[in-house]
């Protein structure tokens, strides 16, 4: 599997998003998907997953403002943000694991190349 993110821009605070996540590969199904952030300066973080079986984990500072989701016919994850604020500001990673979808971006084997997200007060 590779994975390709999109969806990245620059909006003002309240704003709406959608980021992209197309995983190329036939086995997009079996596998956890991850949604990270990285600011300037500051350590990569995690932002939200959906398994293979379409559960669902947060981090605290997104709850309620973006949702996480995935259609595997198109083999694509896609994270919803709404309410942007301008510490939401920051690259945007996918990442996917056959066997993880958790938190921990240490244990996620695949990752794509980021996008930037920017949100204007």
């Known amino acids: 599997v590779q994975l390709q993110a999109s969806g990245g821009g620059l909006v003002q605070a309240g704003g709406s998003l959608r980021l992209s996540c197309a995983a190329s590969?036939?086995?997009?199904?079996?596998?956890?998907m991850g949604w990270f952030r990285q600011a300037p300066g500051k350590e990569r973080e995690f932002v939200a997953a959906i398994s293979w079986s379409s559960s669902t984990d947060y981090a605290d500072s997104v709850k309620g403002r973006f949702t996480i989701s995935r259609d595997n016919a198109k083999n694509t994850a896609y994270l919803q943000m709404n309410s942007l604020k301008p510490e939401d500001t920051a690259v945007y990673y996918c990442?996917?694991?056959?066997?993880?979808?958790?938190?921990?971006?240490?244990?996620?084997?695949?990752w794509g190349r980021g996008t930037q997200v920017t949100v204007s007060s």
């Open positions: 590969g036939r086995t997009f199904s079996e596998y956890g």
């Open positions: 990442a996917a694991d056959k066997y993880y979808s958790g938190s921990y971006y240490s244990q996620y084997d695949i």
